[in-house]
């Protein structure tokens, strides 16, 4: 079954580069760019080997663990992971995980950045050349590297099988509201202790005691063990290997669970509540003032996009990692620049491109929905503007409380109200130019009911060319939103009513146009788009 797989994986490869170009190109600079770093890492290893032993073990054991966090937490909410040997699709032909598994677990080490971090794993190792015992030492180095890359592997693949799994059920909505809670805990009191001592007292002291103890973790222990040996405790050093090779054996079984469940449930559509109405036909029989705007079809892909928001799993990772970039650059600007710092009011409107860039393949998302829109004969715009408004719904409160915070935080509470309006009109700026290039460049997304963290390698080219654009778009509109409050916080005045007025007036507009040229184009082309994202 091991060679099966590889085989499998070996042609799938090579059927992906022969219909994407791209892909081979993105693979052989990817490549060389890992080659590139070759000499870096030699250099570091090497003088890294000429330091004391406390910094020596120290700077290893905090590779180790960034490297760790950066396995689990890349995938989670940026990347995804190669799903070209997705364990669902095996499950019509009725294998056993315990037979899959060693052949998923082999095809885990031949992608690029499985290939890469057990290099640079092994490279590091090297560091421990020139001490005592240098035979037995460069051994247990080498020991401890390679069982500390398997698990950066294991643990990448565990924690996404686990996170679908886990957004699958109804409790996903309140463990990610828990977890997100408990991290923003966690980072006001790093913050609190970091502005407390002063970041080099941290520094040299919760920093050096929290490396010591990593050491003695699965963490890290795998890259500290060489260094018991070099102090003669031989014992030390096994049992260290031993936790880490007990730890991956761990993450094995792990991943072997997830397997198991995803080969016998079937594709999960969302979080599944009971129907007692249906939401969508009868958000055409609303009644309010503002409701009578919006028109009948754009009422319904509204209430369609907002219930994906609540249920299907790829939406819910959209939010958190469109949130989970400003947030950690607050955290950064709280930690090391104060609380009392201008630079506080540029999270919220830091936060509305994000949140609007992120929805320049929105489109893709709703392809089942998609195809049912384009076959019921509807306008374009009409779409495009129910789904924006699906975004607003959640995204404008978003930016006003981060904008409250920001001031708060700042003790400016005279620029909040410049602060959120410019917030908003960057928001509605960024999503008229995502609804033109979710029109004109979309591009294969993981299905409804696929995992969310899935890499789909096919459209490579054509995601990176779409966010290129998008990028470049969202540059150029930026500064005429953010213009005023600059000139505002420089020379203050006129400045700061004017911000209140153009942010929602220039999104507003930004917004309406870029809905009803991407409309026009949808009716244009929407035979083309039923082939692009179905």
Not at 95 to 113: E, H, S, V, Y
Not at 435 to 451: D, K, N, Q, W
Request: charge should be positive.
């Amino acid at each position: 079954m091991v060679a099966a797989i590889l085989s499998l994986r070996w042609r799938i490869l090579v059927n992906q580069f022969k219909h994407d170009w791209w892909r081979l190109v993105f693979v052989g600079v990817g490549a060389l760019w890992s080659l590139s770093i070759v000499p870096a890492l030699v250099a570091g290893s090497s003088a890294l080997s000429k330091t004391g032993f406390d910094v020596k073990q120290s700077a290893l054991v905090a590779l180790a663990a960034l490297v760790g966090l950066a396995w689990v937490l890349v995938p989670l909410l940026a990347t995804g992971v190669d799903a070209s040997l997705d364990p669902a699709r095996f499950a019509p032909w009725g294998i056993d995980a315990k037979r899959l598994m060693p052949g998923l677990a082999i095809a885990a080490f031949t992608t690029i950045p499985a290939i890469v971090f057990v290099g640079v794993a092994l490279i590091m190792a090297g560091s421990w050349r020139g001490e005592d015992r240098q035979a037995t030492v460069l051994v247990v180095a080498l020991i401890g590297a390679l069982l500390t890359a398997l698990t950066w592997v294991f643990s990448a693949r565990v924690a996404t099988l686990w996170a679908v799994r886990l957004l699958a059920t109804r409790a996903a909505k309140v463990v990610v509201g828990a977890s997100v809670a408990v991290a923003a805990m966690a980072g006001a009191a790093a913050i609190v202790r970091v502005r407390a001592e002063g970041l080099a007292g941290l520094l040299q002291n919760e920093i050096a005691t929290a490396l010591t103890q990593l050491g003695r973790t699965p963490i890290g222990a795998g890259l500290a063990a060489p260094g018991s040996i070099v102090v003669g405790d031989g014992w030390g050093a096994v049992w260290r290997l031993a936790m880490v090779a007990a730890w991956a054996v761990v993450l094995y079984f792990a991943w072997r669970d997830a397997v198991s469940h995803v080969l016998v449930h079937p594709v999960a559509r969302g979080a599944g509540v009971r129907r007692s109405r249906d939401a969508i036909l009868t958000s055409g029989q609303r009644t309010g003032r503002l409701w009578s705007l919006v028109h009948p079809v754009s009422r319904a892909v509204f209430t369609r996009t907002a219930r994906s928001w609540r249920t299907d799993p790829r939406y819910v990772t959209q939010l958190v990692g469109a949130l989970a970039f400003p947030v950690m650059m607050g955290g950064l600007v709280l930690s090391f620049g104060g609380a009392r710092q201008v630079w506080m009011a540029v999270l919220p409107v830091l936060l509305g491109v994000t949140i609007g860039w992120g929805r320049h393949n929105d489109l893709a998302f709703d392809s089942s929905g998609s195809w049912l829109d384009i076959v019921s004969g509807v306008r374009g715009s009409d779409i495009l503007v129910g789904r924006l408004l699906g975004v607003v719904l959640w995204a404008g409160p978003t930016l006003v409380v981060l904008s409250v915070a920001a001031a708060g935080l700042a003790g400016r509470w005279d620029v909040f109200p410049a602060v959120a309006a410019t917030a908003l009109g960057t928001l509605g700026m960024a999503l008229g130019v995502a609804s033109i290039t979710s029109v004109l460049m979309p591009y294969r997304v993981p299905a409804p009911g696929e995992s969310p963290f899935g890499a789909d390698a096919g459209s490579i080219g054509a995601s990176l060319a779409g966010q290129l654009v998008s990028s470049v778009g969202t540059s150029i509109v930026v500064p005429f939103i953010v213009a005023p409050l600059v000139f505002a916080f420089v020379w203050g005045g006129a400045w700061w009513p004017l911000c209140i007025v153009w942010g929602p007036l220039a999104g507003g507009v930004i917004a309406w146009w870029g809905t009803s040229l991407a409309g026009r184009w949808y009716d244009a082309r929407s035979g083309r788009l039923v082939g692009a994202v179905g």
